[in-house]
């Protein structure tokens, strides 16, 4: 049997995850753990909130279950900088090809799909029923939200946040720190750090 594995988070996206890897591997064991512990007698499924980053030993495997992207890049940096080994997650309903390179500590959802020499960060979420295209990359701790459509050799900044339903057309680039809001088309690149809306997309002031 595996070892044991941590679900760092205790909020909406640690159901999901913990959802993917009982539907995987119905026996593998789960602990959950998470820094806001100490604010209530937390459960997610019926697994009770053990502590946060002390309960960590250093055999731990983690998957870091946090939606925010900043907060899940910091829970990350510090994972890898106590020799804590990221486990990948990847939903059995979801569509990876072969030639996808995926960084430690990711999440594809159900129905996601993910397709042709594409490579993701560390710790990035491939939300349900988003679509990847062929040579995308996108960086660390990104979320491309459930709904997402990236055609062909898109390029994603770091932490950046693709939100529900968003489309950005083949070979555009977009660089960190970007939120992309719900249903934007995305037509240009994206060179500065903010908020862009609407279709096609502009920057949110």
Same mark, same amino acid.
């Given at each position: ?90 939903? +059995? ?10 960084? +430690? ?64 057309? +083949? ?21 500065? +750090? ?12």
């Amino acid at each position: 049997m595996p070892d044991p594995l941590i679900v760092f988070g205790s909020g909406g996206h640690a159901k999901v995850v913990i959802e993917a890897v009982l539907t995987r591997t119905p026996d593998r064991q789960v602990v959950v753990l998470d820094d806001l512990h100490a604010e209530e007698a937390r459960s997610v499924f019926g697994l009770k909130v053990l502590g946060g980053r002390g309960n960590l030993d250093a055999s731990s495997r983690v998957i870091p279950a946090i939606g925010d992207n900043l907060a899940r890049a910091e829970l990350i940096g510090w994972l890898v900088d106590q020799g804590h080994l990221l486990e990948t997650v990847v939903h +059995p309903n979801a569509l990876v090809a072969h030639s996808v390179s995926i960084g +430690p500590g990711t999440f594809v959802s159900a129905g996601a799909i993910v397709i042709a020499e594409t490579r993701i960060g560390a710790g990035s979420i491939i939300n349900t029923g988003a679509t990847v295209d062929h040579d995308c990359v996108i960086g660390e701790a990104v979320h491309i939200a459930p709904g997402v459509h990236l055609c062909g050799n898109v390029h994603i900044g770091a932490r950046t946040l693709v939100g529900v339903g968003a489309s950005i057309k +083949p070979g555009i680039s977009i660089c960190s720190d970007v939120v992309i809001g719900a249903g934007s088309v995305v037509v240009r690149d994206i060179r500065d +750090p903010g908020t862009f809306t609407g279709n096609p997309a502009r920057q949110f002031r």
